[in-house]
């Protein structure tokens, strides 16, 4: 399935004009551990820090080259689609990998060397969009507000308010497909043309409207004021409403509210 949404994303990405870059992490034997070895340089050998000798690489150009071109095409692109298969209710460790080697200090956190100040909203990534696809084995009702696994965008939380929108990125509401372990025919048509809505309409959808840290709702940066939402806790508070149903509902695809 999700080789399939990717062709689909290159086709009609191409057909409007743009040029795509893509990274497939399994054919390119991507590294996914963070260690000593993404620093051929050390700022200090005595003690293996990664935040430091992330900032240290990123700031000097000393980066691994794999994580180097990878972050060329993340700086180069107005918009990055993740697609891929829930894997015990997240992404791949391969992704995650890809993740906490390419979102390097200065880069993706502590950017401008100005610590939690450009962050949630603002960051190396700000004026990007992006947007999830993922496929699902088990069916909707699970993913539901009251099913068993919980809901889908809250378990996704941490990768499209903190991995995404923490460094600045406009989060797209996720695209998921359910039930792809059995697809009929009837059914993958309609998935498909779902999709492709969404891809044609990448810089059309609203985001998202998570609550910006520089927006006045957060007054020490850290805890929302008093005055916000007061009745309201956990992850969806940092929600100002709840996300648009995505066109794949609206297609026929169930997505959870």
Not at 154 to 172: E, R
Request: net charge negative; charged share 20%; with cysteine.
């Amino acid at each position: 399935m999700t080789n399939h949404l990717v062709d689909i994303a290159i086709e009609v990405l191409k057909a409007q004009g743009h040029e795509v870059l893509q990274s497939d992490l399994y054919a390119m034997g991507w590294k996914a551990v963070f260690d000593g070895e993404d620093f051929p340089e050390r700022a200090n050998r005595e003690r293996l820090s990664l935040i430091e000798e992330s900032g240290y690489a990123f700031a000097n150009g000393c980066q691994t080259p794999d994580v180097e071109e990878e972050q060329r095409k993340i700086q180069a692109a107005d918009a990055v689609i993740l697609l891929f298969p829930l894997w015990w209710f997240s992404m791949p460790a391969i992704m995650k990998g890809w993740v906490d080697r390419v979102w390097a200090y200065g880069l993706a956190y502590g950017y401008q060397g100005a610590g939690n100040a450009y962050r949630y909203g603002d960051g190396g990534f700000a004026g990007k969009r992006a947007l999830l696809a993922v496929s699902v084995g088990g069916p909707a009702e699970d993913y539901s507000p009251r099913g068993i696994n919980g809901p889908l965008e809250q378990l996704l939380f941490p990768i499209t308010h903190g991995t995404l929108f923490f460094p600045g990125m406009q989060v797209l509401p996720t695209f998921a497909v359910y039930g792809t372990v059995r697809i009929e025919g009837n059914r993958m048509t309609e998935v498909d043309a779902a999709w492709r809505g969404r891809v044609e309409r990448l810089f059309d959808d609203a985001p998202i409207p998570f609550r910006p840290q520089n927006g006045g709702d957060y007054p020490d940066r850290h805890v929302l004021a008093d005055h916000v939402a007061p009745t309201r806790t956990g992850l969806m508070v940092h929600v100002v409403e709840a996300p648009r149903p995505s066109v794949a509902e609206e297609c026929g695809v169930p997505v959870p509210r």
